[in-house]
């Protein structure tokens, strides 16, 4: 959550609504046991594995692993950014979504506008206005004549708004503005522009087709506009404004979904004409991005919604470097079961020219027979560029492609990834040390990626190593962060049960080995876990400040955990996710949440395996306020204060050794 909306709203939104009612309102769920059960909308499928728990307000699928709350389905199904998707279930439980105030007195500012942003009126009105000039303006045979040169038919320009902005200074602006407050907005909503030193005001656009540009609720944010002329520049886009940023927005992505009930895969292209020509030969997945590059956040949207995305590009070295640009953009979002393509079409083409000449089922098959998977087209790139055919060059290759696919969040894609690197080098990279590769010029070493569950070795939990911060988007309380507690003498936390809970064997690995991947997750997202789903429990643990420095990811995600439930008793599962919604962390809590069956696991003592993992923290934290303060005895005499917590933590470590 990034301030916008307070997180007590949200709390209360998910405590108002029921989960079944608004899957209800969207898929034929059928009563199966306690719960409900429906054909997954996220998947094809013939018999139901789609779930909604009542009691848990919580909905998943067996099929595809989707699930999460109310929330997250809204998102996923009516396609919305989360803000949307809050005001839509504000909406529907009658109420109004507040906003929090900021330290300076003004409003949160966000990436996605309020619904009554009046720009929107404004720029709906320049899209009419353009739309009817294109249908009565006297020259308007020259740009109906280049969209049928193009192959466009009055049904395609239909649907994608196309218009045209009339030749002229400020036709625009006299038909919308009739005095300079209204300029101003037109001016705020990059329609027209001011001359800096004369302080003239006229059109933006002149003498242009004009296409709209959406976003996913169809609203028109701003326009690209096509020169009928010779004039320069032959594409003009919107400026940067408070409903328009080009670095998020594709355009035909509102399109694309509005043709398409199921999108499958993306296709991503370089310019408006080559999304509509597409569109107009049954192509309808095409979308493209605004005069930018593809960016890591046109991913991450992309990604929301398809689990295959291909770029098509020209195939000279623009389109090349345009392809390569992508593919460092896609690296840090490639989680295990997404898919990146690229297709390079010949010189001279693009997908416009391409579709009208081929047809449709012909450029269907090229994208399935000559779209190169990002894995052939990365070694393929770095075997180029580094010669590769020699020893020298094979080095070059290896320091070139291992930062780069240390970016890969995927834990099994990264693997997979070295273990392709070291069959085309030949180089045992499990001896390769990371600190000795070099920076090179297809971008600077990405920071080491935080281990991921499946990636820790048995015994690891026994050594408690440190591990490097790479995600801090997600929730921290208050003070999680702050200097440690002056004293915590007190006695680890024994439950009420004395049973003790069986513990999974583990396998003396000697030797020098290296120890195996583990199956099973961490201790500490174990007890993420149980905490996720028994939120009672945080009540009986250790006080959340009593760990606060941890500096582990898993271990700080639990003590946030533990905090938010101690300061809210009375917060449900669901709205502990929320918390965390929209957020890396906030998926990863999602995939825990959804492992409900792993709690269920016969002679498992739960509530023993949770405090043993709060015990295991807390020791850990005495012993570094020990270590420290030792460490000062030894430059500094310690004050009377720091001398009683000396005592204090070895007279604990001492009981935990008796009771032991």
Known sequence: MAGLIPQGFIDDLLGRIDIVEVVGARLKLKKTGKNYSAL???????????????????????????????????????????????EELARQAGVEVPHEERNDGR????????????????????????????????????AINYLKGRGLSGQIAKLYDLGMAPPGWDNLMSHLSRDTTEQNALIEAGLIVENPDSGGRYDRFRDRIMFPIRDSRGRTIGFGGRVLGDEKPKYLNSPETPVFHKGQELYGLYEAKQQNRQLNEILVVEGYMDVIALAQHGVTNAVATLGTATS????????????????????????????????????????????VRFLFLPDGQDPD??????GADAFRRRLEREALPLTDYLFRHLSEEAGADSLEGKAHMAS?????????????????????????????????EPA?????????????????????????????????????????????????PSSNSGRPFAPRNNERGEQRGRKDFGGGKKAPRREV??????????????????AHAQ???QMADEDEDEARLLVALIDAAQKQPSLTTIELLARWHGTAMGEQLNRLAEQEWLLTSPGVNLEQQFFDTINKLTARQNERRIEHLLDKSVNEPLSAEEKQQLRDLLGARNARKNDG
Not at 309 to 332: E, H, K, M, T, Y
């Open 400 to 432: 070139l492609a291992l930062p780069l696919i240390d970016q890969v969040p995927g834990s099994m894609l990264r693997r997979l990834l070295r273990q392709s690197l070291q069959q085309q080098t030949g180089i045992d990279l499990d001896t390769v």
């Open 521 to 538: 997750d961490s201790p500490v997202l174990q007890a993420v876990r149980t905490l996720l789903h028994h939120p009672h429990l945080a």
């Open 436 to 484: 000795t590769l070099p920076a090179t010029e297809s971008g600077p070493a990405a920071p080491e990626h935080p281990p991921h569950a499946d990636d820790i070795p048995f015994g690891a939990w026994d050594d408690w190593p440190e591990r490097d911060e790479a995600e801090a988007e997600y929730y921290i309380p208050d003070g999680l962060l702050g200097a440690p």
């Open 353 to 358: 020219t391409m579709v009208r000449e081929e």
């Open 107 to 142: 409003k949160s500012s966000s990436r996605a506008p309020r619904k009554d942003n009046p720009l929107y009126t404004l720029l709906e009105q320049a899209a009419a206005y353009y739309r009817q000039q294109l249908r009565q303006h006297p020259s308007k045979q020259r």
């Open 296 to 339: 890591e956040e046109h991913l991450k949207r992309l990604f929301r919604l398809v689990h295959n995305v291909i770029f098509c590009f020209d195939g000279d070295r623009a389109g090349r470097q345009a392809a390569w640009r992508a593919l460092n953009s896609a690296l840090p979002v490639l989680e295990d079961g997404r898919h």
């Open 40 to 86: 997954c909308p996220f998947h094809n499928e013939k018999s139901p594995s789609f779930s909604v728990s009542p009691d848990k307000q919580f909905y998943y699928c067996f099929g595809c692993g989707a699930g999460g709350s109310a929330l997250s389905f809204v998102m996923d199904f009516d396609r919305l950014d989360f803000p949307q998707a809050v």
């Open 543 to 545: 006080q959340a400040n």
